[in-house]
């Protein structure tokens, strides 16, 4: 059974960094494209970045230059690295892995940007 768990969320202050990792078990890992999408309270689910299992990664406009997204095939895990964090980044981090029609979330994590 798919499922992927997302880890390295929490309270930082504006200007500071945090890593988010997802690591996926019951798939294989290195077919899916993979992505952190976030939410806001009162907003909609929004796309912040994706890597394929090849070629280029993809960023949001908000987060492009701050963000970058990894993965490591050989521990079945995603990583989003967020510097020069901002108080507007706040929200639930979600790990989502995808191959054609099949798609499956993580729980998500909760990041707080304040001061």
């Known amino acids: 059974q798919a499922q992927l768990v997302e880890s390295g969320g929490g309270l930082v202050q504006p200007g500071g960094s945090l890593r988010l990792s997802c690591r996926a078990t019951g798939i294989t890992f290195s077919l899916y494209a993979m992505a952190w999408y976030r939410q806001a309270p009162g907003k909609q689910r929004e796309l912040v970045a994706t890597?394929?299992?090849?070629?280029?990664?993809n960023y949001a406009d908000s987060v492009k230059d701050r963000f970058t997204i990894s993965r490591d095939n050989t521990k079945n895990t995603v990583y989003l690295q967020m510097n020069n964090l901002k108080p507007e980044d706040s929200a639930v981090y979600y790990c989502n892995a995808g191959l054609g029609k099949i798609g499956y979330w993580g729980q998500g994590t909760q990041v707080t940007v304040s001061s």
């Open positions: 890597i394929p299992n090849g070629g280029s990664t």
